[in-house]
């Protein structure tokens, strides 16, 4: 059995104003060889939690094979997000504590 390649993924995003324009980034880094693959992007009308989910999910885009990925984030909804409420959604057939499927989405409050 062959074991999986590691690489470490450093992400970050923001936004000026919440909604507003925004960016992410990501790096990619094998430890093993010191190779590094860097990403960025961004839109001009986005949330802060949305463009930190972006550099991690560009990132992990990015991987050509299975790979062992540690990651490192400045992001408590993305730290969150992974190691509290992912595995209590997987527990819960991947439905919020009201019962619906976590890709329903409720509306938004409009002004």
């Known amino acids: 059995m062959t074991e999986q390649p590691e690489v470490h993924l ?4 923001g936004c000026s ?11 990619l880094r ?3 060889s010191e190779k590094q693959l860097e990403g960025s992007g961004g839109e001009p009308e986005t949330t802060n939690n949305r463009m930190e989910l972006m550099g991690v999910i560009e990132g992990l885009t990015s ?8 990651l490192f ?6 730290g969150k997000g992974m190691s509290e ?8 057939g991947w439905k919020r504590k009201e019962g619906k499927r ?9 002004a």
Do not use: Q
């Open 30 to 32: 094998h430890p093993a």
């Open 85 to 92: 409420w992912m595995p209590k959604w997987k527990a819960n």
């Open 102 to 110: 976590l890709e329903e989405r409720r509306p938004l409050a409009t």
């Open 17 to 27: 104003g919440n909604p507003g324009p925004g960016g992410w980034a990501y790096l």
């Open 63 to 70: 991987l050509k094979k299975p790979t062992h990925v540690e």
């Open 73 to 78: 984030t400045d992001s408590v909804y993305v």
């Open 10 to 13: 450093f992400t970050d995003g």
